[in-house]
């Protein structure tokens, strides 16, 4: 079992950044390909981007590409999501999810754990 926990959401101005982080416990996340979702209200959850190890090789979703990284200290077992440039659009809550092997996942369903979320507010 893995259990994750997103700290770092808050509310930012247009234009603003944030940096999420996912602490994980109970197994190192080394072996996991780790990735960001996010979901906003009355909307499916949506692929922000994901991270392989080894390697850390990343994938984002066109709607942040450019705009977003996606780091991870596997020492410290921890993966980060680094946003800049912030839009309303943004809004959401956002998840940290792993997913076993090191096979990249766009979707969901693919993802093993998942954390609770922390809210990223976005104002115009």
């Known amino acids: 079992q893995v259990q994750l926990v997103e700290s770092g959401g808050g509310l930012v101005q247009a234009g603003g950044s944030l940096r999420l982080s996912c602490a994980a416990s109970g197994r190192t996340l080394s072996t996991y390909v780790m990735g960001w979702f996010r979901q906003a209200p009355g909307k499916e959850r949506e692929f922000v981007g994901c991270?392989?190890?080894?390697?850390?090789?990343?994938h984002y979703a066109d709607s942040v590409k450019g705009r977003v990284t996606i780091s991870r200290d596997n020492a410290k077992n921890m993966v980060y999501l680094d946003m800049n440039n912030l839009k309303p659009e943004d809004t959401a809550v956002y998840y940290c999810?792993?997913?076993?092997?090191?096979?990249?996942?766009?979707?969901?369903?693919?993802?093993?754990?998942w954390g609770q979320g922390t809210q990223v507010t976005v104002s115009s």
């Open positions: 991270i392989t190890s080894p390697g850390g090789n990343t």
């Open positions: 999810a792993a997913k076993n092997g090191n096979i990249m996942g766009t979707m969901a369903k693919w993802y093993d754990y």
